[in-house]
């Protein structure tokens, strides 16, 4: 039996963090994780780094490129046409994957971390047993804190089997080694439009099924309804209301069955991809044993400290409540490292940035206009297109707008909307004003280097008080 101060369930975004945390703290800390990589070979990082953001980011960087080079480069003076090596782009995606899993086990080291390879299940809640791949018991460990990390898995629909050869969950989007020529997608969310918009750049034919009437429902509306044009007007043949009922593989292609107002349609594609979400991965956990519930869809049930009311059982990231993203999952686990040291650390839930990685980039901090008009808020905003931006005009990329919310009384900025290049570098400053409390001319009083695209941002909380001067 082994003794631990603070033993962390899964080495993701949420787990790792933490334990980092918990032994800068000066806590004696293990994480168990169990991912493998293709090659059989342990690997911390979780689904962000192995699955998930890193390698979809180093694809929608790389086709990026290509579609540059095919498409926009001539109007700069450049001319050259593009051969595309799926296998050398994957290898690099594979290569970044490698290297940042590797960093993750050198900062254990540093931080004398031990990291226990395999899989965890509750003894009692102060212990665990971990087991190997092959399921036999290696290791029993005994602990005075527990914190839960163990992510999130793609969520399965009964109508569309995932056999991971022609229909493909998001991890085995991210690993086709040639171009589909048909592709479908069902779900027109974070996750569909990123990989849709991956293999569409590099020549697919694709269309995304999405059940919802309304386009990125959770975006602000303004946002949205650009965002549905824009993707539209690059060749995503985005199909709403459309709810799939069948999806049939035979014959190298698969035939999907979907209703569209009561209609029955049907497309053939040559791979399709699932995209209906994610679900929290507690199998195989024990809960029960520790005592720990789960709600109603399956998270773990937590209180705003992310304390399951557990003895001293925690838990974070996607396995609970709460937007499933890397850095909300970080968030939480350093706050509960520093609960577990008697600190009073404090997560604003309310200013968790959200990106969408097509292009333009969509991103958004705080509340949206509708969400706010539905409260009765008394609000006015701006809008800023970067049509009008000098560094978006010299970049040729001025699609989007940036549009920012403030209290119409106070001018507190309560939401900040941005769809455009670099959305997601530039949703940081407004993140940072929320956090601050700051008012929408405290961003215009900002000064703001010229020429870059965050002058927009300036412009747009000018613009809430009806004074740009740009536009
Ligand atoms: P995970 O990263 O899922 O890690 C959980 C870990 O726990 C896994 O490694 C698992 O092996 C391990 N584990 C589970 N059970 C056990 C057990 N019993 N014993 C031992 N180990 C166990 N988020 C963003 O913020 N930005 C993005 O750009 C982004 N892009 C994404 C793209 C894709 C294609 C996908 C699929 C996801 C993306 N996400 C993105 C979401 C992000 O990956 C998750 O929000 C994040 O990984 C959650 O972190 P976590 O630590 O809670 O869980
Ligand atoms: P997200 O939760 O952001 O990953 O998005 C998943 C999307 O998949 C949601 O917008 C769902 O409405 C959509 N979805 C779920 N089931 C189906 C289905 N059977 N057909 C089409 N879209 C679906």
Redesign the pocket.
Known sequence: MDNFDVLV???????YVAAIRAAQLGFKTAC????LDPAGKPAL????LN???IP??ALLDSSHHYEFIAKHAAAHGITASPELDVATMQARKEKIVGTLTQGIAGLFKKNKVTWVQ????FASPGEVVVSDAQGKETQRIKAEHVII????V?AAIPPAPVDQDLIVD?TGA?AFTEVPKRLGVIGGGV?GL??GSVWRRLGAEVTVLEALPDFLAAADQAVAKEAHKLLGRQGLDIRLGARVTEAKAARKQVTVSFEVDGQSETLKFDKLIVAVG?KP?TE??ALDVAGVGVDERGFISVDERCHTGVGNIWA????VRGP????K?SEEGIAVAERIAGQKPHVDFAHIPW?I?TWPEIAWAGATEQALKAEGRKIKSGSFPFMASGRARAMGDTDGFVKVIADAESDAVLGVHVIGPNASELIAEAVLAMEFGASAEDIARTVHAHPTLSESMHEAALASDKRAIHF
């Open positions: 369930i899964g080495g993701g975004p949420g787990g168990v994780e169990r991912w990082g979780g689904t962000c699955v998930g953001c979809s980011k395999g899989s965890a299940k990390a163990t992510g999130s793609p998001s991210l996750i990123e990989l994610r991965n195989g956990l974070v990231g996607d396995c499933m993203l890397a850095h999952a990106v990685y």
